[in-house]
């Protein structure tokens, strides 16, 4: 059988709708604090339109041949907290010096993909910690959905009762049963918000890097460090919690090759998404795993699709209410959110420390040296269960004296 005749057969509407829904997410929400970003860098019309076609550009070639190549629904997405990180650092910089530190930020993670050196450190992570990630950075979107009841009843009403109508008797179509009720019910209520396209239908527009070592060491620098510790490490980690066992230096480093390729057009970076990535590696996508890289394709054309016609589409996503988008991504989370509790807290009373304090960390938001509380989540229940290690034991062997160890 062909490739081509079996990505067709793995073909479901579920997957379909779970890779639709995470670029959906991503352009109808953290999308903002990229333009944000843009505005920050001082850019006119064209350059705008620029950065937005690169980074749309780059998610959807990296999601779909990485998702074709792995057979795993890999998910990319824009650096969000690289975005944020810029609008405050841009100011007193030319965007060529700019281009020029997105340049080196992703050769960097390129370099460190390739060698292996990430994926070796997180391969040692126990998986209860992995699973307590997940499940901390996928559980606040979902308790915050609750707040969609008070300013939009009908629309979070509707979403949330045609998804558990359609799980009691069409499961695997409930997120879809979802999205048409909360898109109907948002048109039904004119809920939809007037947002003029801001972006001409433009291509790219390449800016010549130039390389200072003042935006060197403020934006290169942090911006490697963000991208890698708060969305490349969550990324990595959510696939292994879902039981995949991804080629870390193939993802990391192909994804970082395609965003320096794509930075003089004005590309930040692009990484592993974390969030939108958990709508398609779940259950809801598809019950069966091996066909979950479907949703990887179309969140991939999705993005090829946005990044083609620029901001009439990227409007369209944005007229979307905040409530309908947060109840949506509430129900998709729903079962990967429970598949990752399971996991947190199924081993023993050091595992489940360790992975209670992962989970408290992650939810917490906190942020330090400007690196999100998923990073710190893993590293503090990684250090709770190295410190909980129970030591071993030695005796005393032989004439000589000589303590030898004795494991167990």
């Not at 749309?56 to 997405?77: E, Y």
């Not at 040692?124 to 606040?140: D, E």
């Not at 040296?369 to 909980?388: E, I, M, T």
Request: net charge neutral; glycine share 12%.
């Amino acid at each position: 059988m062909s490739r081509a005749s079996s990505v067709l057969r793995d073909v479901s509407v579920s997957a379909v709708v779970a890779g639709f829904l995470s670029a959906l997410i991503n352009f109808a929400g953290p999308f903002l604090i990229v333009l944000e970003a843009t505005r920050a860098a001082g850019l006119n019309e064209a350059q705008t339109a620029s950065w937005v076609w690169a980074v749309s550009i780059g998610n959807g070639v990296c999601s779909i041949a990485l998702s074709l190549f792995t057979r795993i629904p890999v998910i990319v997405a824009w650096s969000t907290p690289g975005a944020a990180l810029l609008i405050a650092s841009l100011g007193g910089f030319s965007f060529a010096e700019a281009v020029g530190a997105f340049l080196v930020a992703s050769v960097a993670a390129a370099v460190v993909g390739y060698t292996g050196w990430f994926g070796w450190i997180l391969a040692r992570v126990p998986g209860p910690v992995l699973q307590a990630l997940l499940a901390g950075i996928l559980l606040p979107f979902v308790v915050t959905a609750a707040g969609a009841f008070t300013s939009a009843p009908l629309i979070a009403g509707s979403i949330v009762v045609a998804f558990f109508l359609g799980k009691r008797f069409f499961d695997r179509y409930a997120v879809l049963a979802g999205l048409v009720a909360g898109i109907a019910v948002t048109w039904a209520t004119g809920s939809f918000r007037e947002v003029a396209p801001s972006l001409e239908l433009g291509g790219p527009v390449f800016t010549m890097p130039a390389f200072t070592p003042a935006a060197l060491v403020s934006i290169a620098l942090p911006l490697f460090i963000v991208t890698m510790a708060s969305q490349n490490a969550p990324g990595l980690a959510l696939l292994h919690s879902q039981g995949y066992e991804p080629n870390d230096r193939l993802v990391v480093g192909a994804i970082s090759t395609v965003s320096a390729v794509l930075a003089p057009f004005g590309c930040h970076g692009i990484n592993l998404g974390a969030i939108t990535a958990a709508i398609a590696l779940g259950p809801e996508s598809h019950p069966d795993r091996a066909k979950r890289y479907i949703a990887g394709l179309s969140g991939g054309l999705t993005y090829l699709l946005v990044g083609s016609f620029g901001g009439v589409l990227v409007a369209g996503f944005q007229a979307i209410p905040t409530e309908t988008v947060s109840v949506l991504a509430a129900v998709a989370l729903l079962g990967s959110a429970l598949t990752a509790l399971e996991g947190a807290m199924g081993g023993d009373a050091r595992t489940g420390i360790a992975a209670l304090t992962t989970l408290a960390v992650t939810m917490s938001g906190v942020v330090f040296f400007g690196v999100g509380a998923a990073f710190w989540g893993l590293v503090a229940g990684s250090a709770v269960y190295l410190l909980l290690a129970p030591r071993r034991p030695r005796t005393r062997t032989g004439e000589s004296g000589k303590e030898n160890a004795v494991i167990t």
